[in-house]
């Protein structure tokens, strides 16, 4: 029996009840606990719809459909084919549409410093305006 499953979530509401009633239950066929069992249903739906809401937030365990909806709200552009096994952070790249920062990925630029990014972009370390933030 999982932690999350209906029973269990049945169980500990009726372990909450005060003795008394529980006995009263017994002795009426178990009204009170077919009630609690319906309620746990429900609250074992809500707990796996949440457990996937949590999933949706990163980019390694959402589901297809969110993938376009967490590079916009970044900002990024997709590749030609991000979806499918393996898919990680790296399945969507960060780009800029300005000449500012020919080759260097915004992400970098805002979280690196200047020392860093000269040694990962050999090619446009020369060119001052390629590690600008903003």
């Given at each position: 029996?999982?932690?999350?499953?209906?029973n269990?979530?049945?169980?500990?509401?009726?372990?909450?009840?005060?003795?008394?009633?529980?006995?009263?239950?017994?002795?009426?066929?178990?009204?009170?606990?077919?009630?609690?069992?319906?309620?746990?249903?429900?609250?074992?739906?809500?707990?796996?719809?949440?457990?996937?809401?949590?999933?949706?937030?990163?980019?390694?365990?959402?589901?297809?459909?969110?993938?376009?909806?967490?590079?916009?709200?970044?900002?990024t552009?997709?590749?030609?084919?991000?979806?499918?096994?393996?898919?990680?952070?790296?399945?969507?790249?960060?780009?800029?549409?300005?000449?500012?920062?020919p080759?260097?990925?915004?992400?970098?630029v805002?979280?690196?410093?200047?020392?860093?990014?000269?040694a990962?972009?050999?090619?446009?370390?020369?060119?001052?305006?390629?590690?600008?933030?903003?």
């Amino acid at each position: 029996m999982s932690r999350n499953d209906a029973n269990d979530y049945a169980q500990r509401l009726y372990a909450r009840v005060p003795a008394y009633y529980r006995v009263l239950d017994e002795e009426q066929g178990m009204p009170l606990y077919a009630l609690l069992a319906t309620v746990g249903e429900q609250v074992a739906n809500i707990r796996a719809d949440l457990d996937a809401l949590w999933d949706d937030f990163f980019i390694e365990t959402c589901e297809d459909w969110v993938v376009p909806y967490l590079a916009s709200l970044t900002g990024t552009h997709l590749l030609a084919n991000p979806v499918g096994v393996g898919r990680s952070m790296f399945d969507v790249r960060f780009s800029n549409s300005t000449p500012t920062r020919p080759g260097v990925e915004n992400v970098d630029v805002e979280i690196g410093d200047a020392e860093t990014l000269a040694a990962k972009y050999p090619d446009v370390a020369d060119d001052p305006r390629a590690f600008q933030r903003g």
